[in-house]
């Protein structure tokens, strides 16, 4: 499958979340099952720069996270049949760099490593200025498929 780009209404429809949790603005290359990268805008008129910190507002480190994630899952919501799957994380190890102020721009670049049985094994790296802020190992689970492999509950 070829790659493509999706601007910020058109990822919604592989991205379940909406503002103020949507935390990516466009997507500028995806290849489905294999990487996506794109970015989010930061603006002083994000929702969390007031409060994280006063004086000082940086990006938290969760929603730095959530961005990484969230661009994974576009990676494997393009692939066919999965559009508008949503997903759940199983684990993360993450390591920040620098703090990510407002005026920047959040550059995203995400990797499937291995997709089975709804388990996607993927890694992360954001950038600022060219410098990475963040980078993630993830875990991350489309729950629908992966319920199908799972043994069986016993009924009491």
């Given amino acids: 499958m070829d790659t493509f780009s999706l601007n910020c209404i058109e990822l919604q429809a592989y991205q379940p979340n909406r503002y103020p949790f949507l935390m990516i603005d466009h997507v500028d290359e995806v290849s489905p099952g294999k990487y996506a990268r794109g970015y989010k805008n930061l603006t002083m008129n994000e929702w ?13 480190g969760a929603l730095q996270l959530e961005a990484l994630a969230q661009m994974l899952t576009v990676a494997i919501t393009t692939l066919p049949g999965l559009k508008g799957m949503v997903t759940h994380a199983l684990q993360h190890t993450v390591r ?7 005026g920047k721009k ?30 993630a190992d993830m875990l991350i689970t489309i729950p629908q498929i992966l319920e199908q492999y799972l043994p069986k509950k016993a009924l009491a």
């Fill in 106 to 135: 959040f550059e995203i670049d995400t990797e499937v490593l291995s997709w089975k049985r709804g388990i996607c094994k993927g890694r992360g790296v954001a950038r600022v200025d060219g410098e990475i802020a963040c980078e």
């Fill in 96 to 102: 920040y760099r620098k703090e990510v102020l407002p």
């Fill in 48 to 60: 969390y720069f007031p409060v994280h910190f006063p004086g000082g507002p940086n990006m938290p």
